[in-house]
């Protein structure tokens, strides 16, 4: 099977664009150069380093056809958060045409603007900037070009559907299509605005999916869906661990039985047009490696974090810790851990490569198509240029699609077989090559005053990162230092396979501390959880969001532990407010924890899409339930002792509570994002919960029943 013929150079589909067309808009010419500041200065927010610019140019982001439809061309990826919904949505809105009329191009590096990769809500925080300004800008070149064809000044005109009208002159109207149909109009218009969200009416409505119906009949394709005549499926001679280093290699075997063997450095690979016989052919090579040897386990792995940790940052320092702990009449301390915890997407990272004429095409499951083309044109000694990356839907990534050695496998494969190559992860190879969200430490210090306020508040991080590590409660004294990261800076030896950013990366980590300690210093205090927040709130939204979310769940001062119980926990990310309240029950004889009911109160400030945002607070609530309860990596040294799902365990349907979400939209606010959020509290509230439930504090994640049933004893 082909790719889809709407991102295929060469194919007659309405919405094909060649590199040419997104240069000069050839048949249409339409050209309008708008501004990016905005935009622009959001991705310096991110600290992401120096990196090629976004486009400035109109093409790059849309097309008008003579028949009326509009093409937008998107460097962001589409793995199930709806970004070609919403793209679509703020398009149609801006233009002023139909929805049902705007066609997603979805990133094909011949025909999109770059983009640095889809990851941290940026699809709606930067991205949807600059296709709004795009689609403003549009709009208003048209209404000249109108003007100037009806001889009606620009503000008797209006537009809809895709049509100028004159509002006074009847039978006077011009569709955009006719407009630029056989034109070429350089115009440049600047410091157009675009509407205001309140005036975006698509963008505030629950519409049909772009890729809802494909999802839903079976025809949308993923990278392992793609077919080539003459292709051959890969698989990989891999390491028992990381770190291993390959002594040798017997092939005659898989070779006598018909395997087309490619051996490249430590690349060995066998191939054949079945994936089935790929799979058994590779059991027939003989292998040897030479595999260090580590006693550091999931059990021992925090005392080697600490042993291996660098000397710490100061994130930051406020007032003084000293003269707080004066104030104090306690000082309590505590730590908190978390295990490594996998991404586990159910489509595992695939790819297919075609090299013909010194040039590759990869369809790839992947994050960063435009950072990745760079890897492959290094690794194949090519130009950028003679690299395309397309990317068809993907299968979930939180972050773990970054990452794309898989891709960069399949052009090399392809190269040196002559042939198109795919390589597709099975579960044991998605979870070896996964970069897991570290394991990690948070130390706390706090002090206590005797009416119930915090005095101090120090806290070292080890390993996670310092991501929304510093609270947003109101203290005068306070001080934030860290070692290591999800992204780098750890110490030599700290960790013995790859992390990286998982799902709000560094975020679940310290939320899940500080709203732990919150809780414990709540009930040293003999105060109401949900009032002693407030006490140390004076940020007006997270207010508004922790009163909304308790209101709603019908919060009531807890009574003593009796198996039932109900917590909360604060949480922000990406410029987005989260309070999430939680009832639960625990069999106290098996330690097993139920979740019955959790209701999220979020501020993202405005909410496009807002179905889209709530299925994606569902979503990050559900994907919590993972971290806080059942997911943490086995391991010992590089060696990964998870291989599937039967020792993985993945948030069942079966236990999945009532999802109660709430959108709090804060008006003059721009939108934030809405994927990551609401997963940063569900280790904090389930650990609150189950305390209120048992008076049993579990501090480590993920609270497994085994960790509930030691915490039950201690109690």
């Given at each position: 099977?082909?790719?889809?013929?709407?991102?295929?150079?060469?194919?007659?589909?309405?919405?094909?664009?060649?590199?040419?067309?997104?240069?000069?808009?050839?048949?249409?010419?339409?050209?309008?150069?708008?501004?990016?500041?905005?935009?622009?200065?959001?991705?310096?927010?991110?600290?992401?380093?120096?990196?090629?610019?976004?486009?400035?140019?109109?093409?790059?982001?849309?097309?008008?056809?003579?028949?009326?439809?509009?093409?937008?061309?998107?460097?962001?990826?589409?793995?199930?958060?709806?970004?070609?919904?919403?793209?679509?949505?703020?398009?149609?809105?801006?233009?002023?045409?139909?929805?049902?009329?705007?066609?997603?191009?979805?990133?094909?590096?011949?025909?999109?603007?770059?983009?640095?990769?889809?990851?941290?809500?940026?699809?709606?925080?930067?991205?949807?900037?600059?296709?709004?300004?795009?689609?403003?800008?549009?709009?208003?070149?048209?209404?000249?070009?109108?003007?100037?064809?009806?001889?009606?000044?620009?503000?008797?005109?209006?537009?809809?559907?895709?049509?100028?009208?004159?509002?006074?002159?009847?039978?006077?109207?011009?569709?955009?299509?006719?407009?630029?149909?056989?034109?070429?109009?350089?115009?440049?218009?600047?410091?157009?605005?675009?509407?205001?969200?309140?005036?975006?009416?698509?963008?505030?409505?629950?519409?049909?999916?772009?890729?809802?119906?494909?999802?839903?009949?079976?025809?949308?394709?993923?990278?392992?869906?793609?077919?080539?005549?003459?292709?051959?499926?890969?698989?990989?001679?891999?390491?028992?661990?990381?770190?291993?280093k390959l002594k040798s290699a017997n092939t005659e075997a898989a070779e006598k039985a018909g395997a087309r063997v490619i051996r490249d450095g430590d690349l060995v690979a066998v191939l054949h047009p079945r994936p089935d016989v790929a799979d058994h052919l590779l059991s027939l090579v003989k292998a040897e490696f030479d595999t260090p040897k580590s006693d550091v386990d999931e059990k021992s792995i925090f005392a080697h974090l600490e042993k291996t940790a660098l000397p710490p940052t100061v994130v930051k320092q406020q007032g003084s810790i000293p003269e707080g702990e004066k104030q104090a009449a306690s000082v309590v301390e505590q730590t908190y851990l978390n295990a490594y915890v996998a991404h586990a997407p159910i489509e595992t990272h695939s790819a297919l490569a075609s090299f013909e004429n010194g040039r590759v095409t990869v369809w790839a499951s992947t994050q960063t198509p435009f950072p990745l083309r760079e890897e492959i044109a290094?690794?194949?000694?090519?130009?950028?240029?003679?690299?395309?990356?397309?990317?068809?839907?993907?299968?979930?990534?939180?972050?773990?699609?970054?990452?794309?050695?898989?891709?960069?496998?399949?052009?090399?494969?392809?190269?040196?077989?002559?042939?198109?190559?795919?390589?597709?992860?099975?579960?044991?190879?998605?979870?070896?090559?996964?970069?897991?969200?570290?394991?990690?430490?948070?130390?706390?210090?706090?002090?206590?005053?005797?009416?119930?306020?915090?005095?101090?508040?120090?806290?070292?991080?080890?390993?996670?990162?310092?991501?929304?590590?510093?609270?947003?409660?109101?203290?005068?004294?306070?001080?934030?230092?860290?070692?290591?990261?999800?992204?780098?800076?750890?110490?030599?030896?700290?960790?013995?396979?790859?992390?990286?950013?998982?799902?709000?990366?560094?975020?679940?980590?310290?939320?899940?501390?500080?709203?732990?300690?919150?809780?414990?210093?709540?009930?040293?205090?003999?105060?109401?959880?949900?009032?002693?927040?407030?006490?140390?709130?004076?940020?007006?939204?997270?207010?508004?969001?922790?009163?909304?979310?308790?209101?709603?769940?019908?919060?009531?001062?807890?009574?003593?532990?009796?198996?039932?119980?109900?917590?909360?926990?604060?949480?922000?990310?990406?410029?987005?407010?989260?309070?999430?309240?939680?009832?639960?029950?625990?069999?106290?004889?098996?330690?097993?924890?139920?979740?019955?009911?959790?209701?999220?109160?979020?501020?993202?400030?405005?909410?496009?899409?807002?179905?889209?945002?709530?299925?994606?607070?569902?979503?990050?609530?559900?994907?919590?339930?993972?971290?806080?309860?059942?997911?943490?990596?086995?391991?010992?040294?590089?060696?990964?002792?998870?291989?599937?799902?039967?020792?993985?365990?993945?948030?069942?349907?079966?236990?999945?509570?009532?999802?109660?979400?709430?959108?709090?939209?804060?008006?003059?606010?721009?939108?934030?994002?809405?994927?990551?959020?609401?997963?940063?509290?569900?280790?904090?509230?389930?650990?609150?919960?189950?305390?209120?439930?048992?008076?049993?504090?579990?501090?480590?994640?993920?609270?497994?029943?085994?960790?509930?049933?030691?915490?039950?004893?201690?109690?």
């Open positions: 099977m082909k790719p889809n013929p709407a991102i295929e150079p060469g194919s007659n589909a309405a919405s094909e664009i060649s590199r040419r067309d997104v240069l000069t808009l050839a048949g249409t010419g339409l050209v309008v150069l708008f501004s990016t500041e905005e935009a622009q200065a959001r991705t310096q927010d991110e600290k992401i380093p120096e990196r090629p610019t976004f486009p400035t140019d109109f093409n790059a982001y849309l097309r008008i056809a003579p028949n009326g439809r509009v093409t937008g061309l998107a460097g962001k990826i589409e793995m199930g958060q709806g970004s070609k919904t919403v793209l679509a949505q703020l398009i149609a809105d801006e233009l002023d045409v139909d929805y049902g009329v705007v066609d997603m191009v979805m990133v094909d590096t011949a025909v999109c603007p770059w983009d640095m990769g889809t990851f941290g809500s940026l699809n709606v925080r930067q991205y949807s900037l600059l296709v709004r300004a795009a689609a403003a800008e549009a709009r208003a070149v048209l209404l000249q070009m109108a003007s100037e064809k009806l001889g009606v000044p620009v503000n008797e005109l209006t537009v809809r559907s895709g049509v100028i009208s004159a509002k006074t002159a009847a039978g006077k109207h011009v569709s955009y299509g006719q407009l630029v149909d056989g034109k070429k109009i350089e115009r440049h218009l600047a410091k157009v605005p675009v509407k205001a969200y309140p005036a975006l009416g698509l963008s505030k409505q629950h519409l049909e999916r772009k890729d809802a119906v494909a999802k839903v009949n079976g025809s949308a394709e993923y990278s392992a869906d793609i077919k080539l005549p003459g292709m051959l499926y890969a698989r990989i001679l891999r390491p028992p661990a990381h770190g291993a290094a690794a194949l000694k090519l130009p950028q240029s003679s690299v395309r990356v397309i990317v068809p839907y993907v299968g979930g990534a939180f972050g773990g699609k970054a990452p794309s050695s898989q891709a960069i496998e399949a052009a090399r494969l392809s190269k040196l077989a002559g042939k198109p190559v795919q390589v597709v992860f099975d579960r044991a190879e998605e979870f070896f090559y996964d970069f897991f969200r570290p394991a990690a430490i948070v130390k706390l210090r706090t002090g206590l005053t005797a009416d119930g306020k915090i005095s101090s508040w120090d806290c070292q991080l080890i390993a996670g990162g310092d991501r929304e590590a510093l609270p947003f409660y109101a203290f005068s004294n306070q001080r934030t230092v860290s070692t290591g990261s999800w992204g780098g800076g750890n110490g030599k030896g700290m960790h013995f396979f790859g992390v990286g950013a998982w799902r709000a990366p560094s975020v679940n980590t310290n939320t899940f501390a500080r709203e732990s300690h919150m809780d414990i210093l709540a009930a040293k205090a003999g105060v109401d959880p949900v009032e002693f927040r407030l006490r140390h709130l004076t940020n007006v939204r997270m207010r508004l969001c922790l009163e909304t979310a308790a209101k709603r769940f019908g919060w009531k001062r807890g009574k003593a532990p009796a198996g039932h119980g109900q917590g909360v926990a604060l949480g922000m990310d990406v410029n987005t407010y989260c309070a999430t309240v939680a009832e639960v029950s625990v069999d106290k004889a098996t330690g097993t924890v139920k979740v019955h009911r959790m209701v999220v109160a979020m501020d993202p400030g405005v909410a496009v899409n807002p179905d889209g945002a709530l299925q994606q607070m569902e979503g990050a609530t559900t994907m919590g339930l993972g971290y806080a309860l059942t997911e943490g990596l086995r391991f010992q040294g590089g060696q990964i002792h998870d291989h599937n799902f039967d020792t993985y365990v993945l948030p069942r349907f079966s236990g999945v509570p009532k999802i109660e979400c709430i959108l709090i939209e804060t008006p003059g606010a721009t939108a934030e994002g809405c994927a990551e959020p609401p997963v940063v509290t569900v280790g904090a509230v389930l650990a609150n919960a189950i305390f209120d439930a048992t008076g049993a504090r579990i501090l480590e994640l993920p609270m497994t029943p085994e960790r509930v049933k030691a915490a039950l004893a201690r109690v």
